[in-house]
């Protein structure tokens, strides 16, 4: 099992949830953040005093799949993210040793792949 | 001695009802009533800037709010210098008034309905104010702010004024006379259907389809309504242009149209969605306060009961119904809210006016003069023209010289950081460093 | 020309000081401060809304929110049907009105205290309205919409209005008298005592116990403060009727009943906890312009600043103290504020009252007459009866037919997505898609 | 029989025009005109308070709020004890007023400018607590609570009072005349300039190096401009102590200068950097509204045109330019709008005041008379000094007793928390448990 | 080390945290996120368009333990925020290599427990 | 490649960034948290009645990096961000197994280097 961990652009989350969810993508947790890195800072003015602000608005998803899915899920999430300008982010993928679903209690790659139909 | 060093300061103070130049007469009352309405009317614009700002997204908020607060900027200074002389100065061919005011002067000696020039100036001009800005809730979200404001110096010059000046500064509706006590033409339908033609011409906003337009913070919105609810009272009340029975009469159909069509929203979303939500009340709410502004001093409280609840169905079913299949993006509904709700007043105007309650009215189709609605219904008619053709034209000349839409970039990062430099909120995190003045 | 143009549009403007119906005499002075009061008091409402909204947590803002706007709603549309004319209506044995003003006829040619009769039930309609609004503080995030609507309007007639009838209308209170210049009992003690009873009848919050149930958003609170405190001038010297002396001594009795309850409220904060909150200010002042409401026009100022301390203090000890001993769930404090302030001030009155800035008053103790005390406690325990016998009846009937809480998943997830379908924020992060209109 | 009632409840309203004390003559509409301007300028100071709270970080936005809440309290107390005497009592040697007043003794049978006394005593109150509320602009984010307490209530004693009466009261400005119409130099320079002496004394914020010191909700800043604008109306148009043509041309003329110096604010940010702020177009109209405070009633509306335009400069480059080469800390520009604005409005009523539209005024440098631009200075410079003096020598006294700044690391964690115990918004997550009362 | 990271329902936290707190575990970390998976989305309204809004709030509570406590919490987790509804969330575990206490230095899992009570 | 995740004090974040930056480190994702351990909770009061809340506001900072760099930046903001009262934060440090530049597409180490200055 690993976990996906891509930082987008706040405007791209909708396209790219469409995208993944057309893959049949539909488990994931996303989060607000702030970063930082190349790209350069927002112009900000404060009466009359301009500001640069370096950690701009970005979207954190987090999707834990099972292995065979990661090279797919990063095509994804990369082609529908992209922009071509620095600031697109970061997918980061590293490991998951366990996965538990708390409604049923089941463990593994069960806990994050979808039941059979009759189960729900 | 106090006294006597306070009416040195105060000067007229000791001489009540005589004005400045001499001018006597007027009551302190009905100088008051008018220039604290005109107040209330003043606070509706920051309201609404509330009102609408609350339902774009959090990226659009602080651009969404400037369009109604340079709105203030824009047709106060427009006011002073041309508006008002153009709506309210001599008749010329029942189309325009002349230039007898401009720069406001002869303002000074003027009375205007027995009150103080000046206390007429103010009271129309917070009118003006707010019509410019109920249009930018059918653009916010997308449009240009540089074109935005030479939009609305141009539109209140060449169809708010000669709209005022026809339907209140004696030209060819006045004279018909097409009754529209507080607005409901001159403001509302003007505003509503020059939004929907703007907002045809720049097009829908780009974001509709992966993610929903929704309000990012209701609270704000609910603060809005009630500030212009609040002011609305001014608004409406007001125009009677004299603390008097008729002032209270409007006041009282002020409030019952605003109640009615929020119930009767309140009905049709339980009806169509079961549920009654709290943004529903509100937009009823302000459905019904433009549905009675027209009429709000020529009918009875029992018709203003009427007029509030179809009102409140109509306009619900425009923003809710209509809308979506006619699939035009009037962002924060100016149109359906006030350009609907505006044609119904103006017609319902012409339906249940009475002489009863207002001698200086007319009676309408429930009172057997089927004539009214034909006059109401030519002053709809004359609005829709004039705003159709006005921002065709106004719109299709800035886009000449201006892009009249942000690019798509900043449309998409969201207007209040590219166009103003401006974060709404900011939480606990975030750094930078100023740039020193150069 | 254009003062014809005009003159012939708002009719009566050159004839100030001639109602519509003829009724001549009354002083636009005196119109434009109770019409505009009223338009102060209504602000109240919107207000309140903010003020206990930003007191639920985030989950339940628009819920809060929409329960003070349906009272608008509900309250004005009862008022103007029977509520009016069951308060102010020909006295019946001294305990409700007759049907003389059913659905507002007659209204148009009444003169009530030298006011156009439409001015009288729109500024009385405002009073009526918050009142309703205010018991909702003591069972939001948890009570059921549909329940709630009932419950107000079957409240507002069956113990608003015979107590507005008993106290103002010419019924027992009022002939007895038992003083209430601006609804201390009516308004006050009616809704503080009928919200206590509702928040017993529906039993407490589930959640207080593993996450404290505390403000979400601090600002909105003191913004509704704000505009309260503002209301309240218009509701307290509004209730001169008239702009005159006595108006601005309640203006000026309210102001530092306020400030002194606040400053009570700061102190008490500061010797039971070592700090001193900005809400406890805002609720501090609260409970001073409750506390005066009954005695602002009977009092001198300095009466004023005891009966803010006094009043700011017995406050802080329901609030902060009693409350969590009797371990009740009186969510934003009605009965705290509204309820015991309300007592107070209506006890204060008969201490406090002199003829000697109101002629139309009454001695209290203070001046010699133990029996205004009497009087007052006798209004205090009727309305209170009533309140709680009313509540009670009108809770256990609703029961009947609907749930008067929402279910406990609804209670968990928040009403404001449960019951309203809307969610008051939204940060960058949310995605959807609008289902077709079916 | 029910009016009968009525009239036996209240009293006076049969006999208009006549006082409780039995003075004869004072107009009702004048009466509510003040009176409502009153409560007007009352909404200030909470407008005030959001303005300020929206533009601070988001962990001292309560503290920022408190400061403006407790000024109401304070000054409302210190007002109807000693301020008002001071102010207005008889004078002594053109400095201050005697004790004929204390404790508001013998207002009741006072007619002041032809008002009754409470009138006068309410208006002038209210600005009594905006300029202490306004000083904190200076200084939040880092002043003591218990410290700024103290310090406002002997600032209003010390340095307003005096001010108050030399300008207004028949002090030596009164008799000069130096003119202030509605509190350019008694409200504005005094505070603004008592904002920078207290800004300098206590050092700049900790923060400012790592990260920068911008707003934390600027709609709740916008909302607070709003109503501080709406209020602005009662505060100049009210100064007229009557509802006359002169009230209207301070209205008129409040209107222009605000949307002026927005104009004025829009264009030099344009030009310097390229983006026109939301929070500029708000920030230049307060420059604005404190520029034309002093002229509003002595100017024509074509002056305050230019009055608002240079206004609107000025403040722009104090507060955007010069602030950040001098490199102090005047954290919310209170001296930047305030006190630049104030010193220009008070020269520019010596330059454009002009008897024609005020008899009691006088005519400045354009129409003549370069000796009132002589006198404006001699305000401006004793306000100034009496400004420097009285608040150094209160801040020395003060910090003897107290320090006057809180800990850093209080600071650092945020005024909202370590000084009042309250977190301003509340997310989902908050859990916690309540401490028995002990 | 493991790092436990739960998503659950946001009215949980209060709870889970109470039970968390009993087996003696206070150190945590918590995130407002939102998320989807398997439950149906939330019904929201504006005038009169019915919206389907699919990322719905959730909580994430992370905490880094040592090993022996993974199950036991894992378990606790489990029972406190378990309603038998879809969407109640889901637990990941992963590895952690190292730690750090920012105020003493402390490393690895000496970081994460509580030192003596004489220390403090 | 490691996954530096340190929990801080919020209003540590500009002296640990300004650190950070003075490093060559630029690249960081920044998320607002709230936590809890052995600080004492923070007394709030709400009319008079005194609440004790335990979940304390903190900044999360995760960065990226290369395995040599993972001692430095662990030293640096140690250093950065304490001030020797309890609750100064941790740092939990894991492994991350690949990393994808979303604009470009660069896998691995180049995914979070700085590229040369003429491809930017
Ligand atoms: N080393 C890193 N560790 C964690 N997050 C990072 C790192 N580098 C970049 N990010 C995240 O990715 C976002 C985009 O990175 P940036 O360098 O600006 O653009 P690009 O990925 O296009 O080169 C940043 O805002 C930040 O949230
Ligand atoms: N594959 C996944 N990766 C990351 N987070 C997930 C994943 N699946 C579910 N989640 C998180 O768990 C929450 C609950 O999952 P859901 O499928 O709706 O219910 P359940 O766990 O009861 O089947 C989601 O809202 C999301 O935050
Ligand atoms: N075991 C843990 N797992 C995850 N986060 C933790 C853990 N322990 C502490 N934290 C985080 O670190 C912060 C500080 O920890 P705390 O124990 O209060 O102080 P200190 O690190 O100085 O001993 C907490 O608020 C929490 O966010």
Same mark, same amino acid.
């Given at each position: 099992?690993?976990?996906?961990?891509?930082?987008?652009?706040?405007?791209?989350?909708?396209?790219?949830?469409?995208?993944?969810?057309?893959?049949?993508?539909?488990?994931?947790?996303?989060?607000?953040?702030?970063?930082?890195?190349?790209?350069?800072?927002?112009?900000?003015?404060?009466?009359?005093?301009?500001?640069?602000?370096?950690?701009?608005?970005?979207? +954190? =998803?987090? #999707?834990?799949? $099972?292995?065979?899915? /990661?090279?797919?899920?990063?095509?994804?999430?990369?082609?529908? !993210?992209? &922009?071509?300008?620095?600031?697109?982010? +970061? =997918?980061? #993928?590293?490991? $998951?040793?366990?996965? /538990?679903?708390?409604?049923?209690?089941?463990?593994?790659?069960? !806990?994050? &792949?979808?039941?059979?139909?009759?189960?729900? | 001695?106090?006294?006597?060093?306070?009416?040195?300061?105060?000067?007229?103070?000791?001489?009540?009802?005589?004005?400045?130049?001499?001018?006597?007469?007027?009551?302190?009352?009905?100088?008051?009533?008018?220039?604290?309405?005109?107040?209330?009317?003043?606070?509706?614009?920051?309201?609404?800037?509330?009102?609408?700002?609350?339902?774009?997204?959090?990226?659009?908020?602080?651009?969404?709010?400037?369009?109604?607060?340079?709105?203030?900027?824009?047709?106060?200074?427009?006011?002073?210098?041309?508006?008002?002389?153009?709506?309210?100065?001599?008749?010329?061919?029942?189309?325009?008034?002349?230039?007898?005011?401009?720069?406001?002067?002869?303002?000074?000696?003027?009375?205007?309905?027995?009150?103080?020039?000046?206390?007429?100036?103010?009271?129309?001009?917070?009118?003006?104010?707010?019509t410019a800005a109920i249009i930018s809730g059918s653009v916010v979200e997308r449009m240009s702010f540089a074109a935005w404001i030479v939009f609305i110096a141009l539109w209140t010059t060449l169809v708010y004024d000669p709209l005022a000046h026809m339907v209140w500064g004696g030209g060819i509706l006045f004279n018909l006379p097409a009754l529209d006590f507080a607005g409901g033409t001159v403001v509302h339908?003007?505003?509503?259907?020059?939004?929907?033609?703007?907002?045809?011409?720049?097009?829908?906003?780009?974001?509709?389809?992966?993610?929903?337009?929704?309000?990012?913070?209701?609270?704000?919105?609910?603060?809005?309504?009630?500030?212009?609810?609040?002011?609305?009272?001014?608004?409406?009340?007001?125009?009677?242009?004299?603390?008097?029975?008729?002032?209270?009469?409007?006041?009282?159909?002020?409030?019952?149209?605003?109640?009615?069509?929020?119930?009767?929203?309140?009905?049709?979303?339980?009806?169509?969605?079961?549920?009654?939500?709290?943004?529903?009340?509100?937009?009823?709410?302000?459905?019904?306060?433009?549905?009675?502004?027209?009429?709000?001093?020529?009918?009875?409280?029992?018709?203003?009961?009427?007029?509030?609840?179809?009102?409140?169905?109509?306009?619900?079913?425009?923003?809710?119904?209509?809308?979506?299949?006619?699939?035009?993006?009037?962002?924060?509904?100016?149109?359906?809210?006030?350009?609907?709700?505006?044609?119904?007043?103006?017609?319902?105007?012409?339906?249940?006016?009475?002489?009863?309650?207002?001698?200086?009215?007319?009676?309408?189709?429930l009172y057997g003069n089927f004539g009214q609605l034909l006059n109401q219904l030519a002053g709809v008619g004359l609005a829709i023209v004039l705003a159709v053709v006005g921002t065709v034209i106004i719109l299709k000349l800035i886009g000449i010289f201006l892009p009249l839409r942000v690019k798509d970039e900043a449309e998409s990062i969201g207007l209040d950081i590219t166009v103003h430099g401006e974060d709404?909120?900011?939480?606990?995190?975030?750094?930078?460093?100023?740039?020193?003045?150069?």
């Amino acid at each position: 099992m690993k976990k996906i961990e891509a930082l987008i652009r706040p405007q791209k989350l909708g396209e790219v949830k469409e995208a993944l969810n057309k893959l049949g993508i539909s488990g994931m947790t996303v989060t607000e953040v702030v970063g930082c890195g190349r790209q350069k800072g927002q112009k900000e003015i404060y009466r009359g005093i301009e500001y640069e602000i370096n950690l701009l608005p970005k979207v +954190k =998803i987090e #999707i834990v799949t $099972v292995d065979e899915k /990661v090279e797919e899920i990063i095509k994804i999430i990369s082609e529908s !993210a992209r &922009t071509g300008a620095i600031g697109d982010g +970061k =997918i980061f #993928i590293s490991d $998951v040793l366990d996965a /538990v679903r708390i409604r049923t209690g089941e463990r593994g790659t069960a !806990a994050i &792949t979808s039941p059979k139909e009759g189960e729900r | 001695m106090k006294k006597k060093f306070l009416s040195l300061l105060f000067g007229l103070i000791l001489l009540p009802n005589l004005s400045l130049a001499g001018e006597p007469g007027y009551n302190p009352g009905d100088v008051t009533f008018v220039l604290l309405s005109a107040a209330l009317v003043f606070l509706m614009t920051p309201g609404l800037a509330l009102f609408y700002g609350g339902m774009v997204r959090r990226k659009n908020v602080l651009n969404t709010v400037a369009m109604s607060f340079i709105a203030i900027v824009v047709v106060s200074l427009q006011w002073i210098l041309i508006g008002y002389t153009l709506s309210f100065g001599n008749d010329i061919k029942g189309i325009i008034g002349d230039f007898s005011y401009l720069g406001l002067k002869n303002v000074m000696d003027l009375t205007v309905s027995n009150l103080p020039g000046y206390v007429f100036v103010v009271f129309q001009l917070m009118f003006a104010i707010i019509t410019a800005a109920i249009i930018s809730g059918s653009v916010v979200e997308r449009m240009s702010f540089a074109a935005w404001i030479v939009f609305i110096a141009l539109w209140t010059t060449l169809v708010y004024d000669p709209l005022a000046h026809m339907v209140w500064g004696g030209g060819i509706l006045f004279n018909l006379p097409a009754l529209d006590f507080a607005g409901g033409t001159v403001v509302h339908i003007s505003s509503g259907v020059s939004g929907l033609v703007a907002a045809l011409i720049l097009g829908k906003r780009k974001e509709g389809e992966n993610a929903p337009l929704m309000p990012h913070n209701l609270p704000l919105t609910i603060l809005g309504a009630g500030l212009l609810w609040f002011g609305w009272f001014g608004f409406n009340a007001g125009s009677a242009l004299a603390a008097n029975n008729l002032a209270a009469l409007a006041f009282i159909n002020t409030n019952t149209s605003a109640v009615m069509a929020a119930l009767a929203w309140a009905l049709a979303e339980w009806l169509h969605r079961r549920k009654v939500t709290v943004l529903g009340i509100a937009t009823g709410a302000v459905a019904g306060l433009v549905a009675v502004t027209p009429a709000a001093g020529f009918v009875t409280p029992t018709s203003s009961v009427f007029i509030g609840l179809v009102g409140g169905v109509l306009v619900y079913i425009a923003v809710g119904i209509l809308k979506a299949k006619l699939n035009y993006d009037d962002s924060l509904d100016a149109f359906g809210c006030h350009g609907v709700g505006g044609i119904w007043g103006a017609i319902a105007t012409g339906i249940f006016a009475t002489k009863a309650v207002n001698p200086a009215g007319a009676d309408g189709v429930l009172y057997g003069n089927f004539g009214q609605l034909l006059n109401q219904l030519a002053g709809v008619g004359l609005a829709i023209v004039l705003a159709v053709v006005g921002t065709v034209i106004i719109l299709k000349l800035i886009g000449i010289f201006l892009p009249l839409r942000v690019k798509d970039e900043a449309e998409s990062i969201g207007l209040d950081i590219t166009v103003h430099g401006e974060d709404a909120y900011k939480d606990l995190i975030f750094t930078g460093k100023s740039v020193p003045f150069s």
